[in-house]
Structure formats: C-alpha cells, structure tokens
C-alpha cells in the first residue's frame, strides 16, 4: 500500500515562497495588472503581460487543477523524506504554481483533478502554500 503524500520536510524557506502571518489567517495572493488584467505570479516590478507598473495584490481562491505532476521516491537530499509530488497546478484566476500535493495517494493524481490550497506552518510566522484535492 502507498502511503498518503504529506508535505516536504526541511525545505529551506525564502521569503519570496511563503507569506508571512499565522495560517489561520493567510490567504493565497496574486498580483492583477490594472492595465490588462493579466495574472502575475510569482510578484513582480513589472506586468508579464503588458509591461505596465500598475499592479494590485488580489486573494485568490485557492483552487484551481493539476497541470503537471511527478512523484518523487529518491528525493535530492535525505531530509526531504519521500514519495513526495511536485505539481505545477493552474490556479482559476489565471495564473501557474510550482508546489507539493498532500494528502492524496500518488495513483489518486490525475490531470485536471481539482485541488484547493492547504496553508500550513513553516517557521515562526511563516506558512508554505500545498495543495490538497478539492473534494467538495
């Protein structure tokens, strides 16, 4: 039997990666060209779309669907743990993510299978945004 995949362990975590406030109270953000409304992830000084400087931070939903997947069984490092998947999910309002999925048996995972995002803890305020399936 395969176990349940469950977050990564000992990631070293950048500002940049995780949002800074207790997971009870994170949200998933994004920033929104006011210009021509394109999704820009990860943040930026710049509109990936447009060029343009006006950009404003948006919450997400959270939820989206797989894009891409593998399953990782021999991880880079021994702290990683593993089996572990590293997905690249496409979030609904537009824009990619590069992230791990958890709580899900590995054979479960299929392209397009919709997920939700999992806030969770990674450090003195700080959370890391896994992906969970979205079963409701």
């Known amino acids: 039997m395969t176990p349940v995949l469950g977050p990564q362990i000992g990631v070293p975590v950048t ?15 994004y920033q929104r060209c006011v210009a021509c409304e394109t999704a820009n ?26 894009y891409s997947w593998t399953v990782v069984h021999r991880p880079a ?15 609904d309002e537009g824009y990619r993510m590069l992230t791990n999925l958890v ?7 299929h392209s397009g ?6 806030l969770r803890p990674a450090g003195e305020e ?8 979205d079963r409701g």
């Open 15 to 29: 500002p940049a990666a995780s949002v800074r406030v207790p997971p009870e109270e994170g949200e998933l953000r």
């Open 41 to 66: 992830f990860v943040a930026t000084d710049v509109c990936r779309g447009c060029s343009s400087r006006s950009l404003q931070w948006a919450a997400s939903s959270g939820r989206g669907s797989v």
């Open 77 to 91: 490092a021994r702290e990683l743990g593993s089996p572990y998947a590293v997905a690249i999910v496409d979030l």
């Open 103 to 109: 709580e899900v048996e590995p054979g479960e995972i």
């Open 113 to 118: 299978m919709r997920v939700r995002v999992d």
């Open 126 to 133: 700080r959370v890391l945004p896994f992906f969970t399936p």
